[in-house]
């Protein structure tokens, strides 16, 4: 049952109680991670009611479905643009659709969809703007956990898939952009946590995707940009928190339950 605005209120105060205790814990400022409202089979009043209580990004598995929401660029209370993530898994075909909604894709784990997302933003307009394309903030994604329903790089493949995509980005200038790939930002990675009910259990797949991703922004060059952390659910977001993640993503503790049957 989908939460009333007042309802939403009293859950986003109880969820920022908790992140601000987390981020306290772990000795990390509250603006070291950004909240993305996950407002999957959510309608778009909700989506308009959570605008009201200062949402700025919102989390999508589904291209259709960011698209019936947010290919009318949105305005948060602030005037700042509203941010669609898609962070489900998206097929070849739905690459383009996903390239023109999202501002973030946090889902990429081949060198086909990269090399696909490039072409594709290459030839697309950003905000009027026709002149040098769109520029896409992409996230890969490992299945940390190594759970066979679970979608992203394998965890044994993870790293050779970064010195690959390092060495077929060719130059780069100081902002990461590179000869091969100017339209892609990498940003950092992307895992979903044990799905166990115990938080703990997720801890050593959040330590491992934090490695993972020092490492490669040490580098610089094309991981100039590659310091974001997509970790961490309702269940499990303290423990990602402690872990360092910059970007939870929660959705029923937010929205209320969602009616699947839509």
Same mark, same amino acid.
């Given at each position: 049952m989908e939460f009333t605005l007042d309802e939403m209120?009293?859950?986003l105060a109880a969820l920022e109680a908790r992140i601000s205790e987390a981020c306290k814990k772990a000795n990390r400022s509250r603006e070291s991670v950004k909240l993305v409202w996950v407002s999957k089979f959510h309608p778009a009043e909700a989506v308009e009611n959570a605008i009201a209580l200062g949402a700025h990004d919102f989390g999508e598995n589904r291209v259709q479905e960011a698209e019936l929401k947010f290919s009318v660029r949105r305005r948060a209370v602030d005037g700042s643009p509203v941010m669609c993530? =898609?962070?489900g898994p998206v097929q070849s075909n739905k690459l383009k659709k996903a390239a023109i909604v999202a501002d973030c894709i946090h889902s990429i784990a081949s060198m086909e969809a990269v090399e696909k997302l490039e072409k =594709?933003?290459?030839?697309l307009p950003y905000d009027g703007n026709v002149a040098d394309g769109k520029i896409l903030d992409i996230l890969f994604q490992v299945n940390a956990g190594e759970e066979e329903t679970k979608s992203g790089l394998d965890v044994a493949n993870a790293e050779k898939f970064l010195i690959n995509l390092e060495a077929c980005a060719g130059a780069c200038d100081n902002d990461g952009r590179s000869e091969n790939f100017p339209h892609l930002r990498f940003r950092g990675l992307m895992t979903i946590g044990k799905n166990t009910g115990n938080a703990e259990d997720s801890r050593d797949c959040f330590v491992f995707l934090r490695n993972l991703q020092q490492k490669f922004l040490s580098k610089g060059g094309v991981f100039a940009n590659f310091d974001q952390l997509s970790m961490g659910m309702t269940g499990d977001l303290e423990v990602a928190i402690e872990e360092g993640s910059t970007m939870i993503r929660v959705g029923t503790a937010l929205f209320g339950e969602r009616?699947?049957?839509?």
């Amino acid at each position: 049952m989908e939460f009333t605005l007042d309802e939403m209120r009293e859950h986003l105060a109880a969820l920022e109680a908790r992140i601000s205790e987390a981020c306290k814990k772990a000795n990390r400022s509250r603006e070291s991670v950004k909240l993305v409202w996950v407002s999957k089979f959510h309608p778009a009043e909700a989506v308009e009611n959570a605008i009201a209580l200062g949402a700025h990004d919102f989390g999508e598995n589904r291209v259709q479905e960011a698209e019936l929401k947010f290919s009318v660029r949105r305005r948060a209370v602030d005037g700042s643009p509203v941010m669609c993530h =898609v962070i489900g898994p998206v097929q070849s075909n739905k690459l383009k659709k996903a390239a023109i909604v999202a501002d973030c894709i946090h889902s990429i784990a081949s060198m086909e969809a990269v090399e696909k997302l490039e072409k =594709v933003c290459a030839a697309l307009p950003y905000d009027g703007n026709v002149a040098d394309g769109k520029i896409l903030d992409i996230l890969f994604q490992v299945n940390a956990g190594e759970e066979e329903t679970k979608s992203g790089l394998d965890v044994a493949n993870a790293e050779k898939f970064l010195i690959n995509l390092e060495a077929c980005a060719g130059a780069c200038d100081n902002d990461g952009r590179s000869e091969n790939f100017p339209h892609l930002r990498f940003r950092g990675l992307m895992t979903i946590g044990k799905n166990t009910g115990n938080a703990e259990d997720s801890r050593d797949c959040f330590v491992f995707l934090r490695n993972l991703q020092q490492k490669f922004l040490s580098k610089g060059g094309v991981f100039a940009n590659f310091d974001q952390l997509s970790m961490g659910m309702t269940g499990d977001l303290e423990v990602a928190i402690e872990e360092g993640s910059t970007m939870i993503r929660v959705g029923t503790a937010l929205f209320g339950e969602r009616d699947y049957s839509k």
